[in-house]
């Protein structure tokens, strides 16, 4: 009801402002630098509704068609700050973290992806109803529409499935005035766009000499390395021979129906052999994320579904699930593990500090160590997951 009573609004307003139009058009889009609209400080879950409330909803009850071509540059010039803080500081700060922090920066990466792809399709809509209305062919700008849109829906999933978890953005405290300046400058200063441009197409060139030295490192260890069958990941290069470590989904990777004993080699079949013979200090960041979200999938299958399905069950299927319930955590443990080391030898290539790291390898490995001893205790027994 309020909904379509507010378009009347605008409608009409419309109508009555004939003599300015285009003031009107501009005024129900306002850019924003990135510190005013990123969304991802807070909780995940909720990334869709909080993108389509920057570059959306602005726009309801608003003919695409008839969008200035300032407002249509003020959008894609805030989807390009929010790439550029996925690319400059959420994919350093995510190396640079472990543990829970880690985690929330995490999540809050998928938030502003999800922001920085709604406002890139929304820029596309705008494309496109101008190139309807003027009877131009549209085919190219649908196709990357719905290029756009596989990703977004895929982006919005990974955020719904962290509902409720802790999600951190870049721009807090200290961090934001150290941050890039396209934020602090207007961004319709288009000497600030450009700014924002070229330090993304330098990460994107940084990214392409680390999957270029992973790949040479791999072909001198040619029989230690298995042929890549999986999707190429945009993380990994096109070309299929460098590294491919796609997320996967947790019920695709789980390890823990059948039986107990062999959760060690099982766990390293997804986190450690996909890596044999590879040079961790050239993995890219972006599979060290992609370790990350799939390690934080198996956390969330033990305090979401294996704890109280335990606490649910009784005789024998308490004890499947409990035994089910060690192999997720071996299983865990060893792709936090497997994200440290590739965290540390990057460090030590670049010559930084790796103490930290090193302390929290020791913690996780011991607990992991543990964890294999648990399960091997229970070699034989018939063991049960959640997914
Ligand atoms: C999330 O969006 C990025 C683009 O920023 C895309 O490369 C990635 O594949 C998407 N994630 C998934 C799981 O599809």
Same mark, same amino acid.
């Not at 990123?38 to 879950?45: H, K, P």
């Not at 040619?222 to 999986?230: H, I, K, M, Y």
């Not at 945009?234 to 299929?240: F, M, P």
């Given at each position: 009801m309020v909904y379509f009573a507010s378009k009347f609004i605008v409608v009409a307003l419309a109508g009555f402002a004939a003599a300015a139009p285009l003031r009107l058009t501009r005024r129900a889009f306002q850019e924003q630098d990135y510190a005013d609209f990123?969304?991802? /400080? @807070?909780?995940?879950?909720n990334a869709q509704a909080e993108a389509n409330a920057v570059f959306?909803?602005?726009? /309801? @009850?608003?003919?695409?068609?008839?969008?200035d071509d300032a407002t249509l540059k003020a959008v894609q010039t805030m989807r390009e700050a929010a790439e550029s803080a996925e690319t400059d500081q959420f994919n350093p700060q995510i190396d640079a973290a472990f543990g829970d922090e880690a985690t929330a920066l995490q999540n809050g990466k998928i938030k502003n992806k999800v922001l920085k792809l709604t406002g890139e399709i929304q820029a596309l809509n705008i494309q496109l109803a101008q190139a309807q209305a003027s009877g131009d062919d549209t085919s190219s700008i649908q196709s990357k529409i719905s290029e756009e849109q596989t990703k977004l829906n895929n982006n919005i999933s990974l955020d719904q499935k962290a509902s409720g978890q802790p999600s951190k953005g870049v721009t807090g405290g200290s961090a934001a005035s150290s941050s890039d300046s396209s934020a602090a400058a207007s961004a319709s200063d288009s000497a600030s766009a450009a700014a924002s441009t070229t330090s993304a197409a330098s990460a994107t060139k940084t990214k392409a000499a680390n999957t270029k030295s992973a790949k040479a490192s791999k072909a001198t260890s040619?029989?230690?390395?298995?042929?890549?069958?999986?999707p190429v990941d945009?993380?990994?290069?096109?070309?299929?021979?460098?590294i491919s470590f796609p997320v996967q989904d947790y019920a695709a990777f789980q390890i823990s129906d059948g039986t107990a004993g062999s959760a060690q080699e099982h766990a390293n079949a997804v986190f450690v052999d996909p890596f044999a013979g590879v040079d961790l200090a050239t993995v890219d960041d972006s599979i060290v994320e992609n370790i990350n979200t799939m390690r934080e999938a198996a956390e969330s299958a033990e305090t979401d579904q294996f704890n109280p399905a335990i606490d649910a069950a009784s005789g024998a299927d308490a004890d499947a699930l409990q035994n089910g319930k060690i192999a997720n955590k071996v299983l865990k443990l060893t792709g936090e593990v497997q994200a440290l080391n590739i965290k540390i030898a990057k460090a030590q290539a670049a010559g930084s500090d790796t103490s930290d790291l090193e302390s929290s390898l020791a913690d996780e490995q011991k607990k992991l160590t543990t964890n294999i001893a648990t399960d091997q205790k229970h070699a034989g027994e018939a063991q049960k997951g959640v997914a």
């Open positions: 990123q969304i991802s /400080d @807070g909780t995940a879950g959306v909803d602005p726009f /309801d @009850g608003v003919d695409l068609a008839t969008v040619s029989a230690a390395v298995a042929t890549p069958s999986a945009a993380a990994t290069g096109t070309d299929g021979s460098s």
